[in-house]
Structure formats: structure tokens, C-alpha cells
């Protein structure tokens, strides 16, 4: 088993291939690839960056998107309940108005039917004394011709 055998010359030149990499590549890769960990981190540091200032101005738009539903919920209920009020004023406005209406109408009803009752009532004296004298002209054999006779048969009924 020759594998396990220490060899002085071997772990030399092992060394010395090992100091020359080692050199080169401290030399030629390891500050390229520094460059390249270093622009690496900061780019991932500002993409963090990035990503909290996002996160933070989404957070303050969705309070300010949270705010403006709140208020404008407020101003929609203020509306509807100026509204409600407006059309409650309205419909005791318009209660009153119709009222006052019916109340004229039934007025002037009132009246007109007293007066027409009044044009009845004298039409129907002005027929009894007209019925009046015709029998009168019947039994008494006289005749009511002159305009104070039937004056005087019109006062007659009216006085009844």
C-alpha cells in the first residue's frame, strides 16, 4: 500500500503549486470575483432597498385608499341624510299645500252649494207663487195681473 506513504519531494512541490495558484489567483480572479460579490451585494441591498420603499409607499396608499373610502362613505351617508331631510321638508310642504287646496276647494264648495241652494230655494217660491195665483186666480175667480199682486203673493211664500 503505497498510497499512504509520506513523500517529502511530492509534499513540496504540492506546496509550491498550491502558492503559485494561490498567488495567481489572488492576482487575477479573487478581485474580479470581490468586484463581482461586492456589485452583486449592493445591487441586492438596493433591490431590499427597493423593496421596502415599495412596501412602505403601498402600506401609506392603501391608508390613504383606506381614508378617502371612509370619508367619501361619510359624505355619501351626509348626502342621503340631507336628502332624506330635504324630501321630508318637501312632502310636509307639499301635505300642507294640498291641504290648503282641499280646504279652499271644500270652501268654495260649501259655497257654491249654498248658493245654488239659495237659486233653488228662490226658484222654488218664485213657482209656489206662480202656483199660487194661478189657483188663487181659480177659486176666487180673480185675477192676479198687476205686478203688485204678485208682489204681494211672492212676499206671501217667501214669509212662509
Partial sequence: MDLFKLDPGL????????????????????????????????KIREAVDN???VEQRLADIEREHTEILRRSREEGDEILRRTRAEAEELRRKLLEQADAEVQELHARAVARIDEERTQAVEAIRAEIAELVCATSEQVIGRSFTSEDDRDWVRELVKNL
Avoid at 29 to 40: E, M, N, Q, T, W
Fill in 11 to 42: 509534499i513540496l512541490w504540492t506546496w509550491i503549486t498550491f502558492g503559485v495558484l494561490l498567488v495567481l489567483l489572488g492576482k487575477f480572479v479573487f478581485p474580479g470575483l470581490f468586484d463581482s460579490i461586492d456589485a452583486r451585494e449592493k
Fill in 51 to 53: 423593496a421596502d420603499r
